[in-house]
Each structure stands twice: as structure tokens, then as C-alpha cells.
């Protein structure tokens, strides 16, 4: 890329850290991500490997130094893991990390490919360790797959981190449990409350848990303490004293998290969404396919940092449409 200064936004936020989505494919259909009969993009318009590679390559020159792989399930695509050998090599000559999100159904094949290929640290989807509701949630059968590819993960030096959405009438009363399992087992745990993108079957409303709430019950059994810690991402950390893991709160709706913004995502067909909430977009994937790919992808970030918001708008309420149409795993989980 011939423009290698950094990647400053308007309000003089410098963006370091990119989500970058491989594939919309899912091997599960959780309720409150998409519905059951998804129409999943043509191959086509996907990007290819070669091209997540030099967008990755380009990103890294504007100075993002951490790069989290997503999807729909990054795990499902097809040689995924060349892909990550080959950002890997980047691992201390402008990368600090690359790292993944997973729902762990794949785990127990590629844990220690991911770790020879440089990744040290895993976000796995985990919302129950209940098999009827984890059934009902992802509409498939795969917790035990789930749970030997954590442990997988773990034999082979990975760092876990367990991300659930706390979801009220469904894993609501089970969250403690869940609190303490990830912290006595080694693995940090982040709480989300749930996104309002893209439509899905039934009402989100029916199940928006305000996290404040989630606390206010884990301060009856835990003893939580404030800590400064940060993994690059927009959760807000606590030390579980009893357990001595960390759990994070993601709280888009009941409080804002933007100012410290310092992440843009590209989605599997190459679109650069300046912020999860918002439709401010930039086409990266026309820039590689011109004749002037460097010029052009490097004119693209600029554009993306000139149109990044500053905050994104998010509600919650009953008949409320999403906040955007897209899918999470459209955006890049």
C-alpha cells in the first residue's frame, strides 16, 4: 500500500484494531443471531484467502497491530488455517496479536494449528451449559462438541475467553453457575447484552437483560472489584474475587462504550463498517479487484476514518426494527 500513515478518525481516535469476518457461514443458528433458514452469501462475493491476506497486509502498514478472525464461524471456511499461518507471520513485525472468535465446534480439530500459527487467546460463544437449552438457543446439538473443543484449546496453550449473552427467561438463572465454572477452569468470561442487528425469528425485546441487573445479582454471591483491564475490546473488566477469573461487561445498550473506540470491521464480502451500530461503509472489496488496488484500498481507509461516527445508536423496545439489517455474522462477530 503506497499510504502507510496511521488510522485516525475524526474525533482523534486511532483505530488499531480490526475484526475481519472470512465468511457469513454458520454451523449454528442462534436465535437471537439469525433465523433458522438463513440465505447465505454467494462464494462469489466473498472475499477470497488471497485477498483477506493483502487486506490484513494493508491494515497492518496503517498500524492496526491486532487482528480478531470472526464470522459467521471463521472454523467452517476452507483452509481458513493458511490464512492464519500466513497473518501469523506478521506476529512481531507490526502484528502484537491475532487472535479469533469461535463457537467451538471446530475447536477440538484446529486448537493446535491456531497455536503453532501464532494465536495465543480464543473467544468462544458460550451461553449455557444446559444441553436442552443450549438445543433450543442454537438449534443444534453440539455442546459436548463444544465443550471438548474448550478443553482442547486449553491443552494446547490457548487462553480462553467465554462470551455469553445474557439472555432474560433463558440463561438468566444460570449465569452464576457459569460465572464460577469459567473462573475455577482458567478461563476469563465476558457478559453481552444483546444486539439489536438483523431481523430474527421472534421478538429480541423478549429476552434484552440489562447487564446492570445481571451485576446487581453476582454482588449477592461474588465479590466483585473494578479492574483496570483491557483486551482491546469495549468490555468493562471485574476480578471475581472467589474464583480469581475476570469477567467483563459489554453493554452497548444501557451504557454506551464509544469513546475509547479504536475498531472498524470488514465483513466477509469486504465492506468496512466504520462502527457495529451504523450504516457508514466503505467498499474495500472494489478496491482490490481495480486496477489500482494499493491506491485505491489506501483512499478507502481514509474515507473510513472521515466517516466513522462518533457514537453508535442502539435501542431496544418492543416493534422497534434493528438498529441495522444486517446480521451479526454478516458484520463479523
Avoid at 222 to 229: A, E, P
Wanted: aromatic share 4%.
Amino acid at each position: 500500500m503506497s499510504c502507510s500513515k496511521p488510522l485516525v478518525d475524526a474525533f482523534q481516535r486511532r483505530i488499531s484494531y480490526l475484526r475481519l469476518s472470512v465468511t457469513d457461514r454458520c454451523d449454528l443458528r442462534c436465535t437471537y443471531c439469525m433465523p433458522e433458514r438463513m440465505t447465505f452469501l454467494p462464494k462469489k462475493e466473498v472475499l477470497s484467502l488471497e485477498e483477506l491476506h493483502k487486506l490484513g497486509l494493508g491494515m497492518i502498514e496503517r498500524g492496526i497491530t491486532k487482528i480478531r478472525l470472526t464470522g459467521g464461524e471463521p472454523l467452517v471456511r476452507r483452509d481458513v488455517i493458511e490464512l492464519v499461518r500466513a497473518l501469523g507471520r506478521k506476529l512481531g513485525d507490526g502484528l502484537d496479536e491475532l487472535t479469533l472468535t469461535t463457537n467451538g465446534t471446530r475447536l477440538e480439530e484446529f486448537a493446535g494449528e491456531l497455536y503453532a500459527a501464532g494465536v495465543r487467546r480464543v473467544n468462544v460463544s458460550l451461553d449455557t451449559m444446559d444441553p436442552a437449552l443450549f438445543q433450543e438457543l442454537s438449534r443444534r446439538d453440539r455442546l459436548n462438541t463444544v465443550l471438548r473443543g474448550i478443553a482442547a484449546a486449553k491443552r494446547a496453550g490457548l487462553h480462553v475467553k467465554i462470551n455469553t449473552v445474557a439472555l432474560k427467561g433463558l440463561n438468566q438463572d444460570e449465569i452464576p453457575f457459569l460465572v464460577e465454572w469459567a473462573g475455577t477452569n482458567g478461563h476469563d468470561m465476558t457478559l453481552i447484552e444483546t444486539m439489536p442487528l438483523g431481523e430474527v425469528d421472534g421478538e429480541r425485546v423478549e429476552h434484552y437483560l440489562p447487564l446492570p441487573a445481571v451485576r446487581d445479582v453476582l454482588e449477592q454471591r461474588f465479590t466483585l472489584t473494578d479492574i483496570d483491564h483491557s483486551t482491546g475490546g469495549p468490555a468493562r473488566y471485574v476480578r471475581v474475587e472467589e474464583t480469581g477469573g475476570r469477567l467483563g461487561f459489554i453493554t452497548p445498550l444501557t451504557n454506551n462504550f464509544c469513546a475509547s473506540c479504536n475498531r472498524i470491521r470488514v465483513t466477509a464480502t469486504g465492506q468496512l463498517y466504520a462502527c457495529l451500530g451504523g450504516a457508514e461503509k466503505v467498499d474495500l472489496r472494489a478496491a482490490l479487484r481495480s486496477d489500482a488496488p494499493d491506491a485505491n484500498l489506501a483512499a478507502a481507509l481514509d474515507e473510513a476514518m472521515r466517516i466513522k461516527p462518533e457514537r453508535h445508536h442502539f435501542r431496544i423496545e418492543e416493534g422497534a426494527a434493528p438498529a441495522q439489517p444486517r446480521h451479526m455474522s454478516v458484520t463479523g462477530g
